[in-house]
């Protein structure tokens, strides 16, 4: 199966932890990436989970963007054979998010096609 991107959403921080992914998304699968995006689309975080809603929780409780996250896209890669730590390392090379602490430059020529598409966000937003 290839991986499944989905466009970035509106994130309810408040919400409690069983909602605050869509059912949709439920479905999907366990575990990912996830982009985290403030009000005006600028990229936040980028982590991988095999838990959405623990890692999340985490966050919760001690990431200094998390009151500023207003949007979310999520990408699943089921039966991928790449480490999950790949897609993470190529997104944050290639995106630059404002709050990952480990921004680096990685010498694997081609890692970057392995970065997840950037998503699209819902218009009139």
Known sequence: MSAIHTDARRFNR?????????????????????????????????????????RWNSHRLTAPWWMLADFVALSFYPGSRNPLHYFETAAITRERPRFNKKIQRVPVKNLCRLAPPLPRFPDGE
């Open 14 to 54: 408040h919400a409690p932890t069983y909602q605050r992914m869509t059912p949709e998304e439920k479905t999907l699968g366990h575990g990912g990436l996830y982009r985290f995006y403030d009000a005006n689309r600028h990229l936040l975080y980028v982590g991988i989970t095999w838990t959405f809603e623990t």
